[in-house]
């Protein structure tokens, strides 16, 4: 099947440090993938929509500015989350579309950030 | 945002025992998939079924969609403890412009 892959898996960083989460689909093009973050004990929260050469979609009470996505080219995502503070701390997992198997999803492994 | 609610929030059962959980959810929806989570990973997927569909099998799995009452079931028979993990139901909506929605989660603690 389709692979996503996360890079990093996981991250300590500094409060107000950023740090920029990569996202790919390794063996096929993605015009469209989705940003989640996941507290502890919680479930996924979807957070944007990622679309390759244009602005990404936030859902509602997501900071566009904090949580900037760029979607460079049709095999990466990145998130960059912007003067990190601890409440940031999360594990952040991404999914991609795969056009040619009829926009099946397929979730990356997650990223786990830590902000001390 | 969360499409639903799925209960139980925990569920704690013997090895061998069956383990059923249930999603709700709130719009109308291309297709519901079943994930499972262990404790810190990734997403496994486990199951999908459309909105035309049912009831579907896999494994020990079953399956179950009522669209008229906008929820499904998740079954898991002759329970094992590798089957501890969270389990959560989402869906798929083409109104919300195929964005994925997942549900709060079953957390399922089998005891060997």
């Known amino acids: 099947g389709a692979v996503v892959s996360q890079h990093p898996s996981w991250v300590i960083c500094k409060s107000g440090t950023s740090v920029k989460i990569e996202c790919r689909s390794l063996?096929?093009?993605?015009?469209?993938m989705f940003w989640y973050r996941q507290f502890p004990k919680q479930s996924l929260m979807l957070m944007a929509t990622?679309?390759?050469?244009?602005?990404?979609?936030?859902e509602q009470g997501v900071e566009k500015d904090k949580f900037l996505i760029n979607h460079a080219s049709l095999t990466l995502s990145t998130l960059t989350v912007t003067s990190a503070h601890p409440e940031d701390s999360s594990f952040y997992i991404c999914?991609?579309?795969?056009?040619?198997?009829?926009?099946?999803?397929?979730f990356g492994p997650g990223t786990r950030l830590t902000v001390t | 945002s969360q499409q639903g609610e799925e209960d139980p929030q925990a569920l704690s059962i013997q090895e061998g025992e069956n383990a059923t959980m249930n999603c709700s959810y709130k719009?109308?929806?291309?297709?519901l998939q079943w994930y499972r989570q262990n404790s810190g990973r990734g997403l496994v997927h486990l199951i999908l079924?459309?909105?035309?569909?049912r009831e579907k099998h896999s494994g020990r799995l079953r399956v179950t969609l009522d669209t008229s009452k906008k929820s499904s079931s998740l079954l898991i028979t002759a329970s094992r403890a590798a089957d501890t993990a969270s389990y959560f139901c989402?869906?798929?909506?083409?109104?919300?412009?195929?964005?994925?929605?997942f549900g709060a989660g079953t957390r399922l603690f089998v005891k060997a």
């Open positions: 999914s991609a579309r795969d056009p040619d198997r009829s926009y099946e999803q397929y």
């Open positions: 063996d096929f093009q993605a015009t469209t």
């Open positions: 990622s679309n390759e050469g244009s602005k990404a979609t936030y």
């Open positions: 719009t109308s929806i291309n297709n």
């Open positions: 079924i459309r909105s035309n569909e």
């Open positions: 989402a869906t798929e909506s083409h109104t919300g412009g195929f964005k994925t929605i």
